[in-house]
Structures are given as structure tokens and as C-alpha cells.
């Protein structure tokens, strides 16, 4: 995806396995898209679709970095983390698959929904991993 | 429905600073997993759940949800809490089980989305 158009960038760290501050930067990519004018409608979709990534990072990942990328017909979303990467993407796409612990299902999370609610969302989904990490990139149009 | 017949056909109580009584919601919605949550509801719903931790508030910040049903008698962290003040969002804590909870906001005319 090349870089052309692009307005602003506005990048998160996300830790790995820190629960308490996951959605924090979620909550800032949607307080920024709100306070320049994003639709509603939009605004939740990307919120989503960001939330889910984030929890993703949080849950399964070593740890790594969202981004919200700013054009201006459209809004990316992309998630780089720092492995161990996602052995089988075409089974993790699968509603209800999921890899995660006890622990996480008991806050709520790996229902095996994350990568699913990602791509409903967007207009455009892109995701490559290897043990390196995995790199998800979500368009939505504004 | 209404907040305030919300929280008399729960005997709910309240447990942030925010609170319109006559603020409305038309569907519910309730589920321990909040990707479900993400996945199939939307802004015009009450989130009824088991969960009392932050992701809670999380997800109802993304959704543009404005009030959470806390049953099986849940009381939720401070942080939690303070979460859902900033958010400007309503969170009730019923004793009822999630099921009768639902049964009697569905007698009372709630509708679940479909």
C-alpha cells in the first residue's frame, strides 16, 4: 500500500498481556476521528475494528504498535506486532476459532471473533503473518 | 424503554454519576463475550452482562452504547467505574440472574436485536 495522500499518522505502542490499558488507544484514535468530523456510523466501525486489533496485540502478540493512518477518503488501521505470528490465517478467520487462554475468555474476550468483526468492518482487509509477527492493514472509507 | 422503568423492573441500582431517567433504549443485548457484543449490537442497545472488568466500559465506548445491566449481583472496580463516569455512560447492578433479567425487560416490551 503506498503512502500517497497521507494526511497524518498517529501511532500507539500496545503492550502485551496489559489488560488495564487495553482500549486506551482505541479510545484516542476515536476521540481524534470524532474531533475532526467523522461520521458516527464510520467512526464505530473504525473504533471496532481498532478495538478488536488492539485486544489482539494485547492477547496473542509480544507486543507492538497501531496505527491510524488519515487520508482523505479514507481511514487505515494497521496493526504490526512482534510475533509469534498466526500459524493458520484462513482458521483463524473462522467465526468461533480461537486460540486463546482461560484467562482471556474469562474477561470476556476469545470468542474467536476478533479477526471476523475486523473484516466485516472494513472495506478493504489485508493481514500477512510469520513467526516474525503479524501485520494486519484495514481500510475503511470516509 | 425508559432508564428509570430499566432500573425499576430490575430493582437496579446505580452505580455511576451519570443517570437521565428519561433517556431511552429500544433493544438489548446480552452477553458474557464482548466480541459478540462488537459483532452483532449496536449504539440503540442495553448491554446486559456478567462481566464487571474495564473491557466492559471498553466496549460499550466503542459501540456508542450508553448503558450496561450488571447482573448476578456484579459490582465492578473503581477503575471500572471512573471508566464509565468519563464516558458519560449508565451502569446498573441487578441481583437477578442474566436470564430472568432478560425475561423481565422482555415482558415489560423490550425488544432483542435481531
Known sequence: ?????????????????????????????????????????????????????????????????????????????????????????EKAMTEGFSTASESVRELGFGA??????????????????????????ITILI | MKFKDIKEILNANILTDNFNE?????????????????????????LITGLNNPQVIRTAEMMDISIVVLVRGKLPSKETIDLANENLLTIFSTDYIMFKACGLLFEKGMKGLE
Do not use: Q, W
Open chain 1, 1 to 89: 500500500m503506498s503512502d500517497k495522500g497521507l494526511i497524518k499518522r498517529i501511532a500507539y505502542n500496545v503492550p502485551a498481556n496489559d489488560f488495564k490499558a487495553a482500549g486506551k488507544s482505541s479510545s484516542s484514535i476515536k476521540s481524534n476521528l470524532k474531533a475532526i468530523g467523522i461520521d458516527a456510523r464510520i467512526l464505530r466501525k473504525i473504533a471496532i475494528i481498532s478495538y478488536e486489533a488492539e485486544i489482539n496485540i494485547v492477547i496473542h502478540s509480544y507486543g507492538g504498535n497501531l496505527y491510524c493512518d488519515l487520508y482523505e477518503d479514507k481511514i487505515v488501521i494497521v496493526s504490526e506486532d512482534k510475533g509469534p505470528g498466526i500459524p493458520d490465517i
Open chain 1, 112 to 137: 474467536g471473533m476478533g479477526l471476523p468483526n475486523m473484516k466485516r468492518y472494513s472495506d478493504e482487509f489485508e493481514i500477512e503473518s510469520s513467526e516474525n509477527g503479524t501485520v494486519i492493514k
Open chain 2, 22 to 46: 428519561d433517556l431511552e433504549v429500544n433493544y438489548a443485548f446480552a452477553s458474557d463475550l464482548m466480541s459478540d457484543v462488537l459483532a452483532y449490537a449496536n449504539n440503540d442497545t442495553l
